[in-house]
């Protein structure tokens, strides 16, 4: 990796992310990446740290050659995760720490087959395949890689708690599952909730065609009970891309604009809303923000 300022003439070149003084430095925070010449992510204090070791394409030997290899960044801005030029392994770090590779099952050779989703803190991550079913689960803190438990072509990630202890997932049930794949609340339902709030209880279920969803409603997991179908007060144009509770217990949506993100804090009962952010696109080909998949619809330019 290399630093340099989106702000300043000058360029810091050849100097790594462990050469960066650490004494008394505050854990660097990523605002979003993006694509140029080669991946970079630009922290919140507007520094610029270049990462050539990501691979931005799948390579020549994968199922699917020249596909966009994802690049992620856990939803607090502290770890990013990319798979590696040198051996095509999927890998974990943050900008000043050392790469960990997060389950020699995940490799650039599957990118467009599978694709890895992360927990809010980076500490988890889950893998989807285009066949049913997932894949890997790897638990970066112990340092452990599971799968699921019993048949695996039914399930589906839906979302992840807030504070990363729990995930939820659907097929012929929705369960909540903890980290060690122990299914904790289990319910039949033909709704399909899209978001896990802390309590591991509440979930947000999106109502309406896919890429244009306006209306939500709630699903108490324990009891079956859905709340009534309301809908998000969001400006003309605008529609719910991602739904997610946050660590503060909010229930708040992401929406492309013409300019970028913007971010909205909802109240379930009534669809009012509260903008809390809006994010300007850089001027790149892609961008990719904190907590995204591996493609949303706002990450490349069209």
């Given amino acids: 990796m290399r630093f340099r300022t989106s702000l300043a003439a000058l360029t810091l070149t050849g100097l790594t992310a462990t050469a960066q003084p650490a004494a008394a430095e505050t854990p660097a925070t ?29 390579p020549k030997d994968a199922v699917n050659e020249g596909s966009r290899a994802p690049f992620l960044i856990s939803g607090d801005g502290r770890h990013i995760f990319y798979y590696r030029k040198k051996d095509g392994l999927f890998v974990e770090r943050t900008v000043r720490g050392k790469e960990r590779v997060v389950a020699k099952d995940i ?8 694709w890895p989703f992360v927990s809010y803190d980076g500490s988890y991550v889950v893998t989807g395949t285009s066949g049913p079913g997932l894949g890997v689960f790897a638990d970066l803190r112990k340092r452990k890689v599971m799968w699921l438990p019993g048949k695996t072509d039914v399930w589906g990630l839906a979302g992840f708690s807030p504070d990363s202890k729990r995930m939820l997932l659907g097929g012929e049930r929705v369960v909540v599952f903890d980290r060690a794949l122990r299914s904790r609340l289990r ?11 802390g309590d591991y209880t509440t979930s947000a ?53 013409a300019t970028g993100v913007t971010v ?10 509260k903008l809390l952010k809006e994010i300007e696109r850089p001027d790149a080909a892609v961008w990719v923000l904190p907590g995204d998949n591996a493609y949303e619809s706002w990450t490349e330019r069209r």
């Fill in 187 to 197: 319910l039949k339902t033909r709704l399909a909730p899209s978001a896990l709030a």
């Fill in 205 to 257: 279920v999106l109502v309406g065609k896919g890429s244009k969803y306006r209306k939500v409603r709630m699903l108490n997991l324990g009891t079956g009970r859905a709340g009534a179908v309301v809908s998000v007060k969001l400006p003309r144009g605008q529609y719910v891309d991602d739904i997610d509770f946050d660590r503060a217990g909010r229930l708040v949506v992401r929406s492309k604009t």
């Fill in 264 to 273: 909205h804090q909802v109240w379930p009962k009534t669809g009012a809303v």
């Fill in 107 to 114: 490799m650039a050779y599957a990118i467009g087959e599978e």
């Fill in 30 to 58: 990523i605002a979003y990446a993006q694509w140029t010449q080669t991946w970079e992510v630009v922290l919140t204090s507007g520094n610029v740290v270049e990462v050539p070791e990501a691979l931005a394409v799948a």
